[in-house]
Structures are given as structure tokens and as C-alpha cells.
């Protein structure tokens, strides 16, 4: 950033908090937080508790993702009766004894990694988890689609692909209301973000950047917002209404199909079952035909025979006739 940029400083552990215009580029002497220096309590004189000091908190308002000629504030935090704050840039040399930082216009030259410490007594506390501040606008924006539809029922993998027609190596992808990016993969021109078995949590509104690795901290304008709706999976449950409530709209057309279908089903089943039932009774009317064979072949009664006259012997034919008499 060039010089004379003006920033609103304040000095947070003070009762009677006082605010100045200071140069971003000022180039404070270098401390090392766990340095101990009896001139910074500021002829204060107050009791350091017993035991470690506890880890500020750092974070930039409202966001640490600023557009380029945009405002921020960033702010650290300590525990009520601290000495003083410093406030540091990363790989730097810069550093203010201010618990808060007002930049009133985003440059390029103020993105990077700031950390915060403040001090009681004697002791200076353990650095502040370190803040990424980022400024956006420095590129064109980057598109933003989903496979295979931004509606999709929970269950299934979608992937969202942030795609630059210029050769960058590093994407983001940010959900509306997170304060971390989704995943950052490497690859050239595109990247591909999936969602495996997506919830209704995953719904929400997304948009991607692009940057270089070798500018980690100078990313391209968003893309235009994508919003990500997802669905209760279907389900094949028929819910009846309640009996005192006749059933209307949609769950009328469900609850008549429903009872279609059953009763096209019963109708089908019955008419089997009258089918095999007439085929059993038919076979038990029919005689066998094993029978009806057997009666064909059964042999005739034999005939009655005749009684032959007394006393007379017929001799000759089988029939009983003579040819002649003989004498």
C-alpha cells in the first residue's frame, strides 16, 4: 500500500479510548510477543493474574473477504484489564500497539496474515490464531454450475464446478454464512467441488473465486451466486388422511389410485382362484378314463344252453341234426 493511507487506530485497553490517524506503512520497531518490557505498562500498575494468559481472538468486520476500495475493521480481543495490544502484518515488519485496525479503502498491498497478543503486567499472552485477509475484485470473476441440477433430491452427489478462462492454479468455494472456504483444490482453468450425499444442510446459496499460489491473498471478484436446493428423498408411503377429514388435492388423487390399484389387484387374485376352483370341479364330474376303457373290453355273459330231449342222443353235427337214419 502507498504511503499515507489513513487508518483509524484505537488503543482498546484504555478506559478512555482515544482514536488517531495513523500511516499503515509506519514502520514500528519489532517486538517478540513473548518479550517482557516494563516500559509498555504505561505507569499503570495492576496485578497480572496467576497462571497463562489466556489466546486473544483476531477477526476482520464485516468480513476478512474484501472487495478492492472497500472498508474493514480489524479487531482483537482480550480479556477486560489488559495493558496493551499489538497488532501485527505477517512477513511485514509492520505492527501497531492498537487493539483495533480501521482500513478505510481495501488495497493489495493490505491483504495477507495479521496476528494479535496483548499484555498484563510483565507478560505479554500467546499470539491470536492467525487471520487470512483476502482482497477480492483484483480479477474477473470466475462462473459457478452444478451437475447434474441445482435441485436435486438428498442422497444423491453433486458437484459444483468453478470454472476462469484464465490459467489460475488455486479456487475457493464459499457457502452464504460460512467464514471458511468449502475446499480448495489445484488445477488449472477449472475446478471441481463434489458433495457426496448431499442434505438438506447442504442447501444454501455458493459462489467461487480463482487466484494464483503465488498471490495467495489477491483473488478474483465472486462468481455470480448459485443456489444449491436440496430435496426430501421420495418415498413410496401412501399417508391417509384423517378419518374425520375427507381427503383433498394431491392426497385424494393418492388415496384413489391407491385404492385402484388394490382393487384391481383383489379382482385379478379372484378370479384365479374361481378359475381353479371350476377346473377342480369339472375333473371330479368326469368319469376316468382308465374305466371307460376297461367297460369297451369287458367279455359278454355266456349264453344259456339248451335241454336235449329224453331218451334221444344226438349223434353226428355239433348242431344236434343227422344227415340220415339209420337202421
Known amino acids: 500500500m502507498s504511503p499515507g493511507v489513513p487508518l483509524l487506530l484505537g488503543l482498546g485497553s484504555s478506559d478512555n479510548e482515544t482514536k488517531s490517524q495513523l500511516d499503515f506503512n509506519s514502520s514500528n520497531p519489532g517486538m517478540d510477543f513473548s518479550e517482557e518490557n516494563p516500559g509498555l505498562c504505561l505507569g499503570q500498575v495492576i496485578c497480572a493474574p496467576e497462571g497463562p494468559l489466556s489466546e486473544p481472538s483476531l477477526q476482520a468486520l464485516p ?26 502484518k505477517l512477513k511485514s515488519g509492520r505492527y501497531f500497539d492498537q487493539a483495533e485496525i480501521f482500513i478505510s479503502e481495501m488495497k493489495r498491498d493490505q491483504a495477507g496474515r495479521y496476528r494479535c497478543s496483548y499484555q498484563i503486567g510483565m507478560r505479554w499472552s500467546p499470539p491470536s490464531s492467525q487471520l487470512e485477509l483476502v482482497a477480492t475484485d483484483t480479477f474477473p470473476k470466475p462462473s459457478l454450475s452444478a451437475q447434474p441440477s441445482t435441485a436435486v433430491p438428498a442422497g444423491v452427489t453433486v458437484t459444483l464446478r468453478c470454472q476462469s478462462q484464465y490459467g ?65 428423498a421420495s418415498r413410496n408411503i401412501t399417508v391417509l388422511p384423517k378419518k374425520s377429514d375427507p381427503p383433498t388435492g394431491l392426497a385424494l388423487q393418492h388415496y384413489t389410485k391407491g385404492n385402484l390399484a388394490r382393487i384391481c389387484l383383489g379382482a385379478v387374485i379372484l378370479i384365479l382362484l374361481v378359475g381353479l376352483l371350476a377346473e377342480d370341479w369339472h375333473s371330479r364330474r368326469k368319469p376316468p378314463m382308465m374305466h371307460r376303457i376297461r367297460a369297451a373290453h369287458r367279455p359278454l355273459p355266456p349264453l344259456p344252453q339248451t335241454q336235449k330231449p329224453k331218451g334221444r342222443q344226438d349223434r353226428g353235427r355239433p348242431d344236434g341234426h343227422n344227415r340220415g337214419f339209420r337202421h
Request: net charge negative; aromatic share 14%.
Open 63 to 88: 468480513s476478512s473477504l474484501v472487495p478492492l476500495g472497500r472498508p474493514v475493521t480489524i479487531r482483537c480481543q482480550g480479556p477486560p484489564g489488559a495493558d496493551l495490544y499489538r497488532l501485527e
Open 168 to 232: 489460475f492454479d488455486q479456487f475457493a468455494l464459499y457457502k452464504e454464512g460460512d467464514t471458511r472456504p468449502f475446499k480448495t483444490p489445484e488445477r488449472w482453468y477449472r475446478a471441481d467441488f463434489p458433495i457426496v450425499t448431499v442434505t438438506a444442510a447442504h442447501s444454501g446459496i455458493y459462489r467461487c473465486y480463482s487466484f494464483s499460489s503465488a498471490h495467495p491473498y489477491l483473488w478474483s471478484a465472486p462468481s455470480d451466486p448459485l443456489e444449491l436446493v436440496v430435496t426430501e
